[in-house]
């Protein structure tokens, strides 16, 4: 019997209206594991005032991708790691925090996915969210990871995702599948 895959919005990088509301729907009722927080020109009070609109039975399955001292403050579930933050706060390892990260070729996800509890592969398929971003994996190229076990319960797919790209994806061994333009765009 295979697992089903966890399944995980990404914010748009926009403040939107009725956004905590909105996360908390995907959570209780939506069917979504866990909800990635991404802002990435926000300032730490920007990132408050929609932290503190949402449930604080939500936090934690949210994931911060910035601010990431407000870990301690907001109890959330884990920090994702980028450029813009590429290290791990002291406050991660002291709560227990789940670290997450993205990668953009299958050798990055060899690299990185030993460090930390999931990686992002992307884009997997041509993003809704951007436009002209392109899928950088063939199906071939994909199918020839998961046999080689690179693609596994560790690796999330995010680019293009879908609900009907589902079974695809769980078929390719991925571990989830995030998803950005396809929660927001509606």
């Known amino acids: ?39 990435p020109e926000a300032s730490a009070d920007d990132l408050c005032r929609l932290l503190n609109t949402i449930p604080t039975w939500c936090y934690p399955r949210l994931v911060l991708h910035d601010h990431h001292e407000l870990c301690e403050e907001y109890r959330v579930g884990g920090l994702h790691l980028n450029h813009r933050n590429p290290t791990v706060p002291d406050c991660a390892t002291s709560a227990g925090l789940s670290l997450s990260c993205s990668c953009h070729s299958l050798n990055e996800v060899e690299l990185r996915k030993p460090k930390v509890d999931y990686v992002f592969l992307s884009p997997v398929f041509d993003s809704i969210s951007k436009q002209g ?9 994909l199918q020839k990871a998961a046999a080689e076990d690179i693609i596994d319960s560790k690796v999330v797919a995010l680019g ?16 989830g599948a995030a998803m950005l333009g396809a929660v927001w765009k509606r």
């Open 1 to 39: 019997m295979t697992t089903p895959l966890r399944l995980i919005a990404i914010t748009s990088p926009r403040f939107l209206p009725g956004e905590g509301e909105r996360i908390a729907a995907l959570l209780s009722e939506g069917g979504f594991w866990r909800v990635h927080v991404r802002k």
């Open 160 to 175: 293009g995702v879908t609900k009907d790209r589902l079974p695809l994806l769980q078929s390719l061994h991925f571990g």
């Open 133 to 141: 971003y392109r899928s950088q994996f063939s199906l071939a190229e």
